[in-house]
């Protein structure tokens, strides 16, 4: 049960895009299609940005995106915006347990 | 609208016990799977325990023996109890709605904090 690897932080300027990376093992990340990414501002509850692996809940814009390749998963965010800064968090389904990440604090410049 | 509210974090000392309480409305909680997850202060989310929709219960290892997911059908509630407590369980707890098919966590309370 130990945490997805993230990196500590990520940072852009409005407009680019940047990618954040989610290494787990073959038990959690590379076991299982059900990788979901979570977007937490300062003092608020997070918010699911995806799930398996690449699909968008109803409301979240499209400049979000997700994807897998063996124990790694990225979430992309393209046409970074201001209300893009916050914490985000990968989190994977392992078995009988689930196991969220480090976390990235994501700055706009 | 589904909303989860949680209600009976507080300060406690270590070794005593705490029940956290999730009340649920839009959604049944008996028919979901539901978690409790928590955040220290200043760090990441962690998964704390799950109860399926059959009643299957799962805890992290650091809280197994110790916690206790339960929920109440005619309450509408999720219920978290903490036993034998340690200043490492301190944090906000959040009360969250796992989509069974997405097993991911689409709806989530304001949290409730405890400290220990």
């Known amino acids: 049960q130990s945490a997805l690897t993230q990196p500590p932080s990520a940072s852009g300027s409005p407009g680019q895009s940047i990618t954040i990376s989610c290494t787990g093992t073959?038990?959690?990340?590379?076991?299982?299609?059900?990788v979901s990414w979570y977007q937490q501002h300062p003092g608020k509850a997070p918010k699911l940005m995806i799930f398996?692996?690449?699909k968008r809940p109803s409301g979240v814009p499209d400049r979000f995106s997700g994807s897998k390749s063996g124990n790694t998963a990225s979430l992309t965010v393209s046409g970074l915006q201001p209300e893009d800064e916050a914490d985000y968090y990968c989190?994977?389904?392992?078995?009988?347990?689930?196991?969220f990440g480090t976390g990235t604090k994501v700055t706009v410049l | 609208e589904v909303q989860l509210v949680e209600s009976g974090g507080d300060l406690v000392q270590p070794g005593g016990s705490l029940r956290l309480s999730c009340a649920a409305s839009?959604?049944?909680?008996?028919?979901?799977?539901m978690s409790w997850v928590r955040q220290a202060p200043g760090k990441g989310l962690e998964w704390v325990a799950t109860i399926y929709a059959g009643g299957s219960k799962f805890y992290v290892d650091s809280v197994k023996g110790r916690f206790t997911i339960s929920r109440d059908k005619s309450k509408n509630t999720l219920y978290l109890q903490m036993n034998t407590m340690r200043p490492e369980d301190t944090a906000v707890y959040y009360c969250?709605?796992?989509?069974?098919?997405?097993?991911?966590?689409?709806?989530w309370g304001q949290g409730t904090q405890v400290t220990v």
């Open positions: 969250a709605r796992d989509g069974p098919v997405t097993m991911a966590i689409d709806y």
């Open positions: 398996e692996v690449s």
């Open positions: 839009g959604l049944t909680v008996s028919d979901n799977y």
């Open positions: 073959s038990s959690d990340v590379g076991g299982y299609n059900y």
């Open positions: 989190s994977s389904y392992a078995g009988s347990n689930n196991v």
